[in-house]
């Protein structure tokens, strides 16, 4: 779901502004959305895996003023261009960027995180062709193993993906003793069918899963946003 008409084009936030020449992906719906969605309570220390420009660090560094934010990208131009977002936002003394990949990050770091949150360009369709060798260096499996061994024991891990894959991905955190507590199901009118899941994972099974809906435009017209999403991304969007 794309966000930006040139999406060569600084795009301004409320309390920051992300600039998007290099960066694999771009600002998009889906990035504002899991920003705006993600939660833990109170957490102290956050990851964003595969940061991009930094989009989802930014906001949750808006959101979370207590908490100190590692976004870690693969891809370098993504990376040093986040680091660029960072360094010029209010945040720059609790946001850090490292360009690294998942498995060497999850290998070294000692901390344990209280919200981990992911928007893998990796896994959805029709973004540039050269983000596509990351399915070679970060599979599901490796996500979620990954993951698990630096989530905090309650700690929360959230994330967004297309429909299909988000469907694979939750019986396969199940298999690894990740469990489901939350999905919500994002369509992007009334009139079209469900693209995105959004998920909300912990350590601990619980009896039942949390299922919503959110709907981002109205029937009759384009960037008409329903009150349910103007809700939730009011605190980021210039104009809302």
């Known amino acids: 779901m794309a966000q930006n008409s040139n999406l060569s084009k600084p795009f ?54 207590e908490a100190q934010i590692d976004a870690i990208e693969i891809d ?10 960072v360094r010029n936002s ?33 896994f959805n369709a029709g973004l540039a062709r ?4 990351h399915t ?14 630096i989530l905090h024991e309650k700690g929360q891990f959230c994330l967004i993906l297309p429909k299909k894959e988000g469907e694979d991905f939750i019986e396969l955190a199940e298999k690894n003793a990740l469990y489901l507590a939350e999905k919500i199901k994002v369509r992007p009118k009334s009139s079209k069918p469900v693209e995105r899941f959004l998920l909300r994972f912990s350590n601990f099974h ?3 899963t949390t299922e919503n809906e959110l709907l981002i435009e109205r029937e009759g017209g384009e960037r008409i946003y329903t009150n349910n999403y103007t809700n939730l991304t009011r605190k980021f969007y210039l104009k809302l």
């Open 12 to 65: 301004r936030f409320k309390q920051f502004t992300i600039r998007q020449m290099d960066s694999l992906m771009k600002v998009g719906t889906d990035g504002i959305v899991l920003g705006a969605w993600a939660s833990a309570d109170a957490p102290q220390r956050i990851l964003d895996i595969g940061t991009g420009t930094g989009l989802i660090a930014l906001m949750l560094a808006q959101r979370y003023p």
């Open 90 to 122: 209010p945040f720059a003394n609790r946001v850090h960027v490292t360009h690294t990949s998942l498995q060497t990050f999850a290998e070294n770091t000692p901390n344990r995180y209280d919200l981990i949150v992911s928007n893998p360009p990796f």
């Open 206 to 208: 619980l009896n039942e």
């Open 130 to 133: 050269n983000a596509a060798r």
């Open 76 to 85: 370098e131009g993504s990376a040093f261009e986040a680091m660029d977002n």
């Open 136 to 149: 070679s260096t970060l599979t599901h499996e490796d996500l979620i193993f990954c993951t698990k061994k």
